[in-house]
């Protein structure tokens, strides 16, 4: 697996998919907003991985993928607050 990050572009916007390596704009060149799904877990002390932070970053294509291998497919309501993860 390459896991060097594909088209990435410099500066602070960018960020990488951690499953598929392509960078993940703000903002696609056609001005839309590209959502992706952030996770910040930090283990707790009976976990095996004691006290440690994991971070990563995962796109829209890859989350769909993701999701569909769940047993139980996730709950999905309607969002009131449509602006509110745009910086
Ligand atoms: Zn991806």
Redesign the pocket.
Known sequence: MNNKPQNLKKGSETKV?N??G?AIDAVSPSGIFVDYLQIEKEWGYFSSKDMMGHSFN??E??YDRWIKTFKISVKEYDVTELFKNII
């Open positions: 998919c499953s598929c392509q995962i796109c294509t890859c």
